[in-house]
């Protein structure tokens, strides 16, 4: 199997900070080395106090296509729910631009109950919000084909979420990127059931890069990494919070991420 470079993404929980801590934790990850560049799309902490300070994700995705020069960056993941998608195009294509190319558009169907709760949004299920996902996605594409000016690139699309039946059809069909939060023997299965979908419309399984998260706190790389690296496995995300982000753990899996792809 012919293997990616393995790639190492934080994704900078903008939770329990000022922004000032945030801005200045990108600064310092991207320094350090990084490639990817994640927040996430909440309203409110995930963990922790649950009326902690939150930021907004796409706001600081604007501002983070300024202040950084070569990570990548995206949301990990955006709610389909929260935005028009004509409109989440238009921003994507905005922040592409801004970056000179650096957006991933990350996207997955929402999940966080108190979220919708409080912004109005309808709740709904887990089924019907996939299925709203599944006829947003061909919107978001035609919008973007139709932006004037265009996106500087054709923005890459990483679908999050492991359902069988739903996602991963929608991953085979759209993403460029697939995201979970898989152990080994998990993603293997996954990864079967992917690849059936990939057959189903025509695709090669190989086109999609395999991304996972990684916990900062437990997760070593060579002991967590390896694994999933043997079933292909190349973006790696690590994820800290607030208040005072540690970015020693982020620095392992950078120094791992070197010397595998010596």
């Given at each position: 199997m012919t293997m990616r470079p393995i790639r190492i993404a934080?994704?900078?929980?903008?939770?329990h900070m000022d922004y000032r801590t945030i801005r200045r934790a990108a600064?310092?990850?991207?320094?350090?080395g990084v490639d990817v560049l994640f927040n996430w799309d909440h309203f409110y902490p995930l963990y922790g106090e649950p009326e902690g300070k939150h930021f907004e994700c796409w706001t600081m995705l604007g501002a983070w296509a300024e202040a950084t020069t070569r990570v990548e960056i995206g949301a990990l993941v955006t709610c389909n729910s929260y935005r028009n998608p004509e409109l989440l195009a238009d921003m994507a294509r905005t922040v592409d631009n801004?970056?000179?190319g650096?957006?991933?558009?990350?996207?997955?169907?929402?999940?966080?109950?108190?979220?919708?709760?409080?912004?109005?949004y309808e709740f709904g299920t887990a089924g019907g919000r996939l299925d709203d996902l599944g006829e947003a996605l061909p919107r978001i594409e035609s919008r973007l084909g139709r932006?004037?000016?265009?996106?500087t690139r054709r923005i890459p699309v990483l679908i999050g979420g492991g359902g069988e039946k739903k996602t991963l059809r929608l991953v085979a069909r759209h993403a460029d990127i697939w995201h979970s939060f898989s152990d080994a023997d998990?993603?293997?299965h996954k990864l079967a059931v992917l690849g059936r979908h990939c057959a189903e419309v025509g695709r090669d399984l190989a086109d999609i890069e395999v991304s996972t998260g990684v916990p900062a706190a437990t997760?070593?790389?060579?002991?967590?990494?390896?694994?999933?690296?043997?079933?292909?496995v190349s973006l790696f995300t690590v994820g800290i919070g607030g208040p005072e982000p540690d970015l020693a753990p982020l620095q392992e899996w950078i120094a791992w991420r070197d010397r595998e792809n010596a």
């Open positions: 934080f994704q900078l929980q903008p939770q600064a310092r990850a991207e320094d350090l801004i970056s000179d650096r957006l991933i558009l990350g996207i997955g169907s929402g999940w966080f109950a108190k979220d919708y709760a409080e912004y109005g932006l004037n000016p265009a996106p998990t993603l293997r997760a070593k790389p060579d002991d967590v990494g390896q694994p999933l690296r043997e079933l292909g």
